[in-house]
Nanobody, 125 residues
Framework: QVQLVESGGGLVQAGGSLRLSCAASGRTNSRYAMGWFRQAPGKEREFVAAILWNAGMTYYADPVKGRSTISRDSAKNTVSLPTNSLKPEDTAVYYC??????????????????WGQGTQVTVSS
């Protein structure tokens, strides 16, 4: 019912910036929130940021607070995550996710119904 495709990943030098995007297709009438997660090799998938689809309220994990800004464009059915002051510890595969479950803040992976394929972000030191 919902398909998500991430883009915008790549190789960035520490201190630089990038913008991740997620394009959604399919039904969105029941969407409650969308989020971003990241997973580095050998590590658990961790929450990055989430946004309530209708109200636009946001929530951030501490490591990206003040550096990332999650936003959504309801008309285009997209969600973005620009991040500045990138650090090597930001290196991971980043995933966007979509949920119809009314859980807030939606910081747990099991709260989400749909996932994208992921996009690699590598930050060099």
């Amino acid at each position: 019912q919902v398909q998500l495709v991430e883009s915008g990943g790549g190789l960035v030098q520490a201190g630089g910036s990038l913008r991740l995007s997620c394009a959604a297709s399919g039904r969105t009438n029941s969407r409650y929130a969308m989020g971003w997660f990241r997973q580095a090799p050998g590590k658990e998938r961790e929450f990055v940021a989430a946004i309530l689809w209708n109200a636009g309220m946001t929530y951030y994990a501490d490591p990206v607070k003040g550096r990332s800004t999650i936003s959504r464009d309801s008309a285009k059915n997209t969600v973005s995550l620009p991040t500045n002051s990138l650090k090597p510890e930001d290196t991971a595969v980043y995933y966007c996710a979509d949920t119809s479950r009314s859980i807030w803040p939606a910081t747990r992976a099991f709260s989400y119904d749909y996932w994208g394929q992921g996009t690699q972000v590598t930050v060099s030191s």
